[in-house]
């Protein structure tokens, strides 16, 4: 697992090559190939593959005009928005109308580069990759909230502050819910949270694994604003929301950033919980364990086309899952929204840092991990903690409910 | 007590969903072929423009209901209705219509306009000279055809009228709207077989015999000899 830990480079043939020598050409391939090429093809595909599917979920056939199965439909809505008139309102504040879509982009790429594709497939590794990683994925919130205040409309604006508020409100539980990762891995590393699970199995297998993962899932789609939290950019109620006066190739912008951080936050669910490109639980491990020993390029490619594969795999399947729970909840009301974040998911989450300390100390630390006392002892807290917390969660929303001056219930009991 | 049970059930309900149009209905074979004509066409042997296959879809349908409407259509049944076409007997070529101006008369956006055909002595004969319809403005409502005493004027099913000009091409002259009687017996099947318009069909032909005779002044006898008119003014198209 070397190569793995070690400072990681983008590609494998420009790591094992001379290329290595010139740092600077295996940037250039980093960024023009991977992160200009690779990334917003994928991200294409995503939206194509998201019509299709939400077309199924719908009992219809979803595009399939443009090109054979509709595949050249994404390079067509390509065309469209490169080539439509760009509007900015004369009032909105020229530059920051035109920084804020720039500045989701970035944000949605620069989560990119700490993702473990593979071995040493990941173009940095810094020690506190996971932090940077929420720090940068954060820089969203700003983006928004900026587009919403420059564009000078009140839908922007409503848009912009729900945004706000829940982006803020899902951070707590996102970062709350990779704590467990954290401890049990000892590192910040996205790589050394890799390595982890290439020894240990997924971290999904296990209670708190499984709390951890559930709460992540509803954090990330909360934060990438999909279905059932898509409040800030709500068409029913607040036209666009924060991209209300963009159009043409800047909200096409904020298209691609939407799509690139739903694929984003795929790759951390599946780098952080889903084992990143390894084989689940009877396999723990295994297509590093059997292909990863040797050394020298051609074995470096056969161990990564594999993980890699595996990898896009899960990521297809998480994406799959956020489209799935897209086409099947509706949005929320802004009072549930919060009040789920604070009161069902952050407490959920810090009840589970502690019991995904139990997990540590009875499989983690000890020479030959207890998968048995483990399972034994965490299984049945989680179930309680969240019976628990769900149950509070209910009598207080029936008590507000009663409380509440517009409350059928109120109204019936008064007269 | 629920603890997100409607939720995890209401996945369940959409999956199903999602499978379903992959194992029922057309979605599980390869039978119907959309998309459009392609320049790389992955559905070889698809029909030509105007050729395209009718595909039965109800309530009942299962999976996919999506009718990929210029590669397949929906049937089009006898009651549907569209613009009024006029109607010619094949037996004789003859226009039915009588130019007696009641569709004009009852048409609630006033879209008809016709003018008399003139006899060769330059009296005006019981027939349309020219017959106009502005299909922007008829409103299909069909009480033309309901009200013609001649059964002359009929309701057809073309819908597909979209053009690029609107001025000229919109306004339907005789030549555009005559069809002939065996076109309307096949839109038509049940109505043109029923009781009522067979019954109606005699009368009119002996009716419109009548008054052509009288026209053209062979006689302001009764119609004694209904030997078949003169060839009308107008020509029907084919």
């Excluded at chain 1, 048995?372 to 509070?392: H, K, M, Q």
């Excluded at chain 2, 409103?139 to 004027?153: H, K, Q, T, V, W």
């Excluded at chain 2, 009522?196 to 009716?207: D, L, M, P, S, Y």
Aim: hydrophobic residues 45%.
């Amino acid at each position: 697992m070397n190569v793995a830990t070690d400072w990681a480079l983008p590609l494998v043939w420009a790591q094992q090559s001379e290329l290595d020598s010139i740092p600077w050409l295996k940037w250039i391939i980093v960024l023009a190939v991977v992160f200009f090429g690779i990334f917003p093809g994928i991200v294409a595909y995503m939206v194509w593959g998201e019509r299709k599917v939400a077309g199924r979920f719908q009992d219809r056939i979803g595009p399939n005009r443009v090109g054979p199965f509709g595949l050249l439909q994404p390079i067509a809505d390509a065309i469209k928005l490169i080539t439509k008139e760009d509007i900015v309102p004369r009032t909105a504040d020229q530059w920051v109308h035109l920084l804020a879509p720039v500045m989701i982009l970035v944000s949605a790429f620069l989560v990119l580069p700490v993702i473990p594709f593979g071995l040493g497939l990941a173009a940095v590794n810094p020690p506190s990759g996971l932090i940077y990683l929420i720090a940068v994925s954060s820089i969203s919130a700003l983006g928004i909230f900026l587009a919403g205040w420059s564009s000078r409309n009140k839908y922007s604006l409503l848009g912009a502050m729900r945004a706000v508020a829940q982006l803020v409100s899902y951070e707590v539980p996102q970062v709350m819910s990779v704590i467990p990762v954290i401890l049990w891995t000892g590192s910040l590393s996205m790589v050394a949270i890799f390595d982890r699970q290439v020894e240990y199995g997924w971290f999904i297998f296990s209670p708190p694994g499984l709390l951890a993962f559930i709460l992540l899932t509803i954090a990330n789609i909360a934060e990438v604003n999909r279905t059932p939290f898509d409040l800030p950019e709500a068409e029913s109620e607040i036209i666009a929301g924060y991209h209300t006066e963009y159009s043409g190739m800047r909200f096409g912008l904020f298209f691609l950033a939407e799509y690139l951080s739903v694929f984003a936050v795929s790759c951390l669910g599946t780098a952080v919980f889903l084992g990143g490109g390894t084989l689940p639980w009877p396999f723990t491990g295994e297509p590093v364990v059997t292909l990863g020993s040797g050394q020298g390029l051609l074995s470096l490619i056969l161990v990564n086309l594999p993980l890699i594969g595996i990898f896009m795999a899960k990521v297809g399947l998480y994406v799959f899952l956020m489209f799935w729970i897209r086409c099947t909840l509706p949005r929320l009301r802004v009072d549930q929204l919060m009040s789920f974040a604070w009161k069902v998911m952050v407490p959920l989450s810090i009840i589970n840092v502690f019991i995904a300390a139990l997990w540590y100390e009875f499989v983690f630390r000890p020479g030959r991990p207890n998968y048995l006392l483990g399972w034994g002892v965490t299984a049945p807290l989680v179930l309680i903690s969240v019976i628990v917390v769900l149950s509070i969660y209910k009598a207080q929303m029936k008590a507000d409910l009663a409380a509440s001056p517009t409350s059928r219930r109120r109204i019936a009991t008064a007269n | 007590m629920g603890y997100g049970r409607g939720i995890i059930v209401g996945h369940w309900v959409t999956l199903r969903r999602f499978l379903r149009t992959f194992f029922i209905g057309h979605g599980a074979t390869l039978k119907r072929r959309g998309g459009g004509h392609q320049l790389f066409d992955l559905w070889p042997g698809k029909k030509k423009r105007g050729e395209e296959p009718t595909v039965q879809q109800d309530a009942t349908t299962e999976g996919l209901f999506t009718v990929e409407y210029p590669d397949e259509r929906l049937p089009v049944y006898e009651r549907f209705r569209v613009l009024p076409v006029l109607v010619y007997d094949d037996s004789d070529g003859n226009v039915r219509c009588t130019c007696c101006n009641i569709c004009a008369k009852v048409c609630p956006p006033q879209c008809i306009w016709m003018t008399h055909a003139a006899g060769p002595d330059g009296k005006p004969v019981p027939l349309p000279e020219d017959y106009y319809i502005d299909m922007d403005v008829c409103m299909n409502c069909g009480l033309c055809s309901e009200y013609c005493p001649f059964d002359a004027i009929k309701m057809d099913q073309n819908f597909e009228l979209s053009n690029y000009e609107r001025h000229q091409s919109h306004i339907f002259s005789l030549q555009d709207l005559l069809v002939s009687s065996e076109f309307y017996a096949n839109t038509h099947p049940e109505a043109y077989a029923s009781d009522e318009q067979v019954v109606e069909r005699g009368k009119v032909a002996k009716k419109k015999d009548q008054r052509l005779q009288k026209a053209l002044g062979v006689g302001a006898k009764p119609a004694s000899n209904p030997k078949p008119a003169a060839k009308p003014a107008a020509t029907p198209a084919t």
